[in-house]
């Protein structure tokens, strides 16, 4: 019902924004200026028959009278484990870019070098993270980061001992090449 109680000032918000008076757009969408007052003031209960015409008039949707609803903002999907590497995601699953948190272990197998479209980006939280690219062979340690074309051969795993946390960032194709496909 809040929603319902937020239309009349959003609609009076979108009629002020185009500098109409009430008389203005109540004309323009064929109905009395006193039925759009006490549609604006929360005085008349809003319907379709009534606010079709005057979203229209507004060039907006009824959708955007309503307002978004306010979702959760917590993410709530499960870490995975696979292949040496514990995934925690940090965005939601219809995400475009996507982030997770990544513990690369030790005793992880050797994987070999990948190639997908699009571009990945990481930052260690803490331990090594060897980063195998291209020809090039980098450790990074904590508080480093690094960014690349993953149409480059590129494979990751923890250096020495101890495992690297890392943060990734994959648009949605690294995403699936890389945490989805059967290991190879």
Same mark, same amino acid.
């Given at each position: 019902?809040?929603?319902?109680?937020?239309?009349?000032?959003?609609?009076?918000?979108?009629?002020?924004?185009?500098?109409?008076?009430?008389?203005?757009?109540?004309?323009?969408?064929?109905?009395?200026?006193?039925? =759009?007052?006490? @549609?604006?003031?929360?005085? +008349?209960?809003?319907?379709? %028959?009534?606010? $079709?015409? #005057?979203? !229209?008039?507004?060039?907006?949707?009824?959708?955007?009278?309503?307002?978004?609803?306010?979702?959760?903002?917590?993410?709530?999907?499960?870490?995975?484990?696979?292949?040496?590497?514990?995934?925690?995601?940090?965005?939601?699953?219809?995400?475009?870019?996507?982030?997770?948190?990544?513990?690369?272990?030790?005793?992880?197998?050797?994987?070999?070098?990948?190639?997908?479209?699009?571009?990945?980006? =990481?930052?260690? @939280?803490?331990?090594?993270? +060897?980063?195998?690219?291209? %020809?090039?062979? $980098?450790? #990074?340690? !904590?508080?480093?980061?690094?960014?690349?074309?993953?149409?480059?051969?590129?494979?990751?795993?923890?250096?020495?001992?101890?495992?690297?946390?890392?943060?990734?960032?994959?648009?949605?194709?690294?995403?699936?090449?890389?945490?989805?496909?059967?290991?190879?």
């Amino acid at each position: 019902m809040e929603e319902l109680e937020r239309l009349g000032p959003r609609l009076r918000t979108a009629r002020q924004e185009r500098g109409w008076t009430l008389e203005e757009l109540a004309g323009r969408a064929g109905m009395s200026v006193s039925t =759009l007052s006490r @549609l604006e003031s929360g005085k +008349r209960q809003a319907s379709l %028959e009534l606010l $079709l015409p #005057l979203t !229209r008039q507004l060039g907006i949707r009824v959708d955007d009278l309503l307002g978004p609803r306010e979702e959760d903002p917590r993410v709530r999907r499960p870490a995975t484990c696979r292949d040496g590497m514990t995934v925690a995601p940090l965005t939601r699953e219809a995400s475009e870019v996507r982030a997770y948190k990544i513990t690369y272990h030790p005793d992880a197998p050797e994987r070999e070098p990948r190639t997908h479209e699009g571009h990945d980006w =990481l930052y260690v @939280l803490s331990g090594r993270l +060897r980063l195998v690219l291209g %020809e090039q062979q $980098l450790v #990074l340690g !904590r508080g480093e980061a690094a960014e690349f074309d993953t149409t480059t051969p590129h494979s990751m795993r923890a250096e020495g001992s101890r495992p690297a946390e890392v943060i990734s960032i994959f648009n949605s194709v690294g995403e699936r090449l890389h945490l989805h496909s059967p290991a190879g």
